[in-house]
């Protein structure tokens, strides 16, 4: 993988509005792969300021994120 394909998976992950299927999608790695890379291209402390922030997002997660917008409407 590259450098600068790392850095895209990364800038997709911290986006809110970017599900881990999407990256899924266009890079061909699953969520627990993205976390590990997460966790070994960020600093500790910027890897657990990333986890608080995804953790039980719905929009990190298409099919959540599909439910609750269809609860809303």
Known sequence: MTEETISEIIYL???DKTS???IE???GIK???V???MRTQ???C???HWRKRVAGRKAKHQKRFEINQ???E
């Open 35 to 37: 976390k590990t890379l």
């Open 20 to 22: 881990f299927e999407e």
């Open 31 to 33: 969520e627990p792969e």
């Open 46 to 48: 910027s890897f657990r």
């Open 13 to 15: 992950a911290w986006c």
């Open 42 to 44: 960020l600093k500790r």
């Open 70 to 72: 269809k609860k809303t």
């Open 25 to 27: 999608f266009q890079f």
